[in-house]
């Protein structure tokens, strides 16, 4: 799809609440499903689906990555199931201009662990642990495995690098809950 018409699209799932599948197709996660909560010049928010008709974490996803925006011809199931849970879809509001950076931030205004994806299209490395701080044009994030361990020191990654970031969500909640506490030297 053109990215005027991947665009047309995400505004129409935002506006009329579609429950979507984003495809990417150049990454090895290519595919995500679930609710639009945010759209800005350069990023697209989600609240995902996971496992057919549970809300887990919110994604936010680099606009110039999406391939393909489908609408989900089972919205009428999911709604019913979703609504049966009792899941409430996230708001998630955001300037219109907010970069890599700023998404950052908001995650680490929560305290709560991320995870970001890193712009390398074999492979599509992923570190996730506790953003410690923002700078200019670098994050420093203290990794942690998915052992539950710390890392022994901070890394530093590139904002420009970034081309997918997950807050919240089962899997980094499990680590929060049960990984080790985090050092405090």
Do not use: C, N
């Not at 699209?9 to 935002?14: G, P």
């Not at 044009?137 to 203290?142: E, I, K, Q, T």
């Amino acid at each position: 799809m053109k990215p005027a018409k991947v665009r047309r699209r995400l505004e129409s799932a935002l506006a009329e609440g579609r429950i979507t599948t984003v495809w990417r197709d150049a990454f090895e996660v290519g595919r995500i499903d679930g609710l639009v909560v945010a759209l800005t010049d350069d990023w697209v928010v989600l609240h995902e689906l996971a496992d057919g008709v549970h809300l887990d974490g919110l994604v936010a996803l680099r606009l110039r990555d999406v391939s393909r925006v489908l609408f989900r011809d089972d919205d009428a199931y999911h709604r019913r199931a979703l609504a049966a849970l009792g899941a409430e879809v996230a708001t998630y509001q955001v300037d219109a201009d907010v970069d890599a950076r700023g998404l950052l931030a908001r995650a680490q205004a929560d305290d709560r662990l991320v995870a970001v994806h890193l712009e390398v299209l074999r492979g599509e490395p992923m570190t996730l642990g506790r953003l410690l701080d923002l700078r200019r044009r670098r994050f420093v994030v203290h990794y942690i495995g998915r052992d539950g361990e710390w890392a022994r020191e901070p890394e530093r990654w590139r904002y420009r690098s970034v081309t997918r970031i997950e807050v919240g969500g089962r899997y980094l909640e499990a680590l929060e809950q049960f990984g080790d506490p985090y050092p405090t030297d």
